[in-house]
C-alpha cells in the first residue's frame, strides 16, 4: 500500500543550525515526491518536487531534497535555520488522484 | 489575480444547515482536491475531481457532497453540518503533479 512516513512529529533547532527532515515513502512506481510547508493559519506551501533526474533538488527559501531510491528516503535539509522556518512540514508522494501525506514534522526555532 | 481562492474564510454555523464552501482556480488545471485538516489526523481527502463533470470520493465522504461543472470551480457542500464536520477545509489543484493549496476556510459547526 502507498504510505508516507515522517518519523518525527516535532523538531527542535536553534536558529544557524542545520536541519534534516526525515520522510521515507512506500509507492508502487517510480514515485513523484513533494515537500510542503504550512504556517499557522496558511495552507500549504510548495517546498520543492522530484519528478526524475538530479536527485538532489533544490527549492525555495534555501531548502533541498534527496532522493534515495535503495533508502524509499525523500529527507529535507537547510544549512541553516531562521526563527521564519518555524511551521509544519509535509512530505507527499504521488501524482493526479494518487496522492499521499505524510502526518506532518513541526518544528520549533530557538533564538 | 492568477491562483487557486477560497471562501469564506471563516464559517459559523448551526448543525443541520446546509453549507456550501467555495474553491476557485485560474489556472486551468484538471484536477481539485478538497482536504479537511484536523489536530491528530492530519490531511484527509474528501472528494478529488478528475476533470469537469468527474467526481470521486476520497478517505472521508460521508457528509459531503461536490460538484464541478466548470474546470475552474469546485463547491464543496455539507448538507446538514455536524459539530463533527468543524474543521479546516482546504481546497488543493494539481495539473497532474504538484498540488497548490488555498488559503483554507475554517468552518464551526455550533
Known amino acids: 500500500a502507498q504510505s508516507v512516513t515522517q518519523p518525527d512529529i516535532h523538531i527542535t533547532v536553534s536558529e544557524g543550525a542545520s536541519l534534516e527532515l526525515r520522510c521515507n515513502y512506500s509507492?508502487?512506481?517510480?514515485?513523484?515526491l513533494f515537500w510542503y510547508v504550512q504556517s499557522p493559519g496558511q495552507g500549504l506551501q510548495l517546498l520543492l518536487k522530484?519528478?526524475?533526474?538530479?536527485?538532489l533538488v533544490q527549492g525555495i527559501k534555501g531548502f533541498e531534497a534527496e532522493f534515495k531510491r535503495s533508502q524509499s528516503s525523500f529527507n529535507l535539509r537547510k544549512p541553516s535555520v531562521h526563527w521564519s522556518d518555524a511551521a509544519e512540514y509535509f512530505c507527499?508522494?504521488?501524482?493526479?488522484?494518487?496522492?499521499?501525506f505524510g502526518t506532518g514534522t513541526s518544528l520549533t526555532v530557538i533564538p | 489575480d492568477a491562483g487557486i481562492t477560497q471562501s469564506p474564510r471563516y464559517k459559523i454555523t448551526e448543525t443541520g444547515r446546509q453549507v456550501t464552501l467555495m474553491c476557485h482556480q485560474t489556472?486551468?488545471?484538471?484536477?481539485m482536491f478538497w482536504y479537511r485538516q484536523d489536530l491528530g489526523h492530519g490531511l484527509r481527502l474528501i472528494y478529488y475531481?478528475?476533470?469537469?463533470?468527474?467526481?470521486d470520493k476520497g478517505e472521508v465522504p460521508d457528509g459531503y457532497v461536490v460538484s464541478r461543472s466548470k474546470t475552474e470551480n469546485f463547491p464543496l457542500t455539507l448538507e446538514s453540518a455536524t459539530r463533527s464536520q468543524t474543521s479546516v477545509y482546504f481546497c488543493?489543484?494539481?495539473?497532474?503533479?504538484?498540488?497548490?493549496f488555498g488559503p483554507g476556510t475554517r468552518l464551526t459547526v455550533t
Open positions: 488543493a489543484s494539481s495539473p497532474g503533479g504538484e498540488q497548490y
Open positions: 509507492y508502487g512506481a517510480t514515485p513523484y
Open positions: 489556472w486551468s488545471h484538471s484536477y
Open positions: 522530484y519528478f526524475s533526474g538530479d536527485t
Open positions: 475531481s478528475a476533470a469537469a463533470d468527474i467526481t
Open positions: 507527499a508522494v504521488g501524482h493526479g488522484n494518487q496522492f499521499y
